[in-house]
């Protein structure tokens, strides 16, 4: 299976992230989030292909600033709205 997922936009109230380390939450975001859906797939109810406008993911107690471990706990939270149910 082939999945094609574009976030746009991804908005962290409270969360300061230094510009020159935004690429490495990113990177980590994307890793965490190919790791995720390659173990676990998607929710039966996306298999079929779905265009979300938005996708409010849960709330997360964030542990430090570092953006390698913050683009995981990311993608944790965007996986429980879209990963398999």
Known sequence: M???LHIERLVLDGV???PNQ???LQA???AE???LL???GLAPSLTHGIALPRL????MQLTGNNPAQ????????VYGGIGHE
């Open 16 to 18: 300061t992230i230094a």
């Open 70 to 77: 913050l683009g995981q706990q990311i993608a944790q939270s």
């Open 38 to 40: 390659t173990d676990g």
């Open 2 to 4: 082939n999945i094609s």
């Open 22 to 24: 935004r690429h490495l």
């Open 56 to 59: 409010s993911a849960s709330s």
């Open 33 to 35: 989030l190919t790791r």
């Open 28 to 30: 980590s975001v994307e």
